[in-house]
């Protein structure tokens, strides 16, 4: 069963930068796309940021582009998200996500339903 352990997570002022990294194990079938999202309080998930595992296309949510760079190591089976400028807007429970669709290798994939694996989360708070 795969699993994915998010960290990186913590408190930083506003215009400083966090890096969250997700480890993935267990993999059993292809990963065609890893991805970050948040869900902050009272609010419904939504998607940050993907990255296709081969060929490294990468979609950002609009609130994000040119702050957010998503990344991937497949030697280590690992994801990364480096924030910088952030906003107080930006704190939220950042989850790591991956997906064994075929589909999402070609496609940008934002959508939760696409994801199969999900992390517990790690929090991120922005202070202002």
């Known amino acids: 069963q795969v699993q994915l352990v998010e960290s990186g997570g913590g408190l930083v002022q506003a215009g400083g930068s966090l890096r969250l990294s997700c480890a993935e194990s267990?993999?059993?079938?292809?990963?065609?796309?890893m991805a970050w999202f948040r869900q902050a309080p009272g609010k419904e998930r939504e998607f940050v940021a993907v990255?296709?595992?081969?060929?490294?296309?990468?979609a950002y949510a609009d609130s994000v582009k040119g702050r957010f760079t998503i990344s991937t190591d497949n030697a280590k089976n690992t994801a990364l998200l480096q924030m910088n400028s952030l906003k107080p807007e930006d704190t939220a429970l950042y989850y790591c996500?991956?997906?064994?669709?075929?589909?999402?290798?070609?496609?940008?994939?934002?959508?939760?339903?696409?994801?199969?694996?999900w992390g517990q989360g790690t929090q991120v708070t922005v202070a202002s």
């Open positions: 267990g993999r059993t079938f292809s990963t065609y796309a």
């Open positions: 996500a991956s997906s064994s669709a075929s589909f999402c290798a070609g496609f940008t994939c934002k959508a939760v339903s696409s994801f199969d694996n």
């Open positions: 990255t296709s595992t081969s060929g490294g296309r990468t």
